[in-house]
């Protein structure tokens, strides 16, 4: 009898200078930049972007592309995007999301699950959807949440969107579970807000993954910790950068999360600088 091959899979062999499509599962409140900063660190890369931000609020696939591949970018982020998340109903935010305090509250429980499943068919299809003004839409060359979190105002244009799929996986009032298939360019913050709107109860963002983008599933994704086991041997002679120069630069990489930070148990910080 023929005994099952128990050797360990090989690691997966990377050339990143030549280029690669890396999937990695964004961690919440780590902004995407804060991703392919330490995964450039880390695998020391010379060349690397990614195909498509993710809000700090938000978790899930964040696909890095390094070397020659960094010219898929663009046909990467075109791609239809699938996620998955939660409603609050009954509350606004400002951001839409948990990153600002709930600024009204209406009731929500007199709503039948057949009112609130009936809902998603007007968003299905090609619709017309505004950006939310915490967001990374440029207002006359400023990013939108710039003016935002400074208390200012600023006109958001309108655009139009695809939402091929807008399933209710969960309905246990107040909170109703989502899986959503858009086009590039949705946000699903602006769709929670208009989704509140449409039953007339307001409702906000409050929990957010992407599972897919085209292809690639987050279920093939590299965990930060995982991306860390890459890690390279440092050349020899080369020093460690001090640790307490890496941790001042944190703070500022989590500007704009200072309500979320105050009132969420949240996940560990940015890790410092490799």
Known sequence: M??????????????????????????LTWSSFDVVRKVKNTLRIKKIGHAGTLDPLATGLLILCTGKKTKEIDQIQAQEKEYTGTFRLGQTTASFDLETPVDAELPYAHLTEEE???????FLGLITQTPPLFSAVKVN??????VARRGGEA???????????????????PEV???VSCTKGTY????ARDFGAALGCGAHLTKLVRTRIGEYQLADALTMQAVEALRPPRPEGEAEQPRRQRRERLPERRAGLEYFNATHATSESPASEA
């Open 188 to 191: 699903i913050r602006s769709l």
């Open 141 to 146: 060359g400023e990013r939108a949440y710039e």
């Open 2 to 27: 023929e005994h099952a091959d128990l050797t360990p899979a090989p690691a997966p062999a990377f050339d990143f200078e030549a280029g690669e499509v890396l999937l990695v599962d964004k961690p």
């Open 116 to 122: 609130i499943r009936a809902a998603t068919a007007q």
């Open 155 to 173: 006109e958001i244009k309108s655009k139009q969107i695809t939402i091929r799929e807008f399933e209710l996986t969960r309905i246990a009032l």
């Open 177 to 179: 579970d989502f899986r």
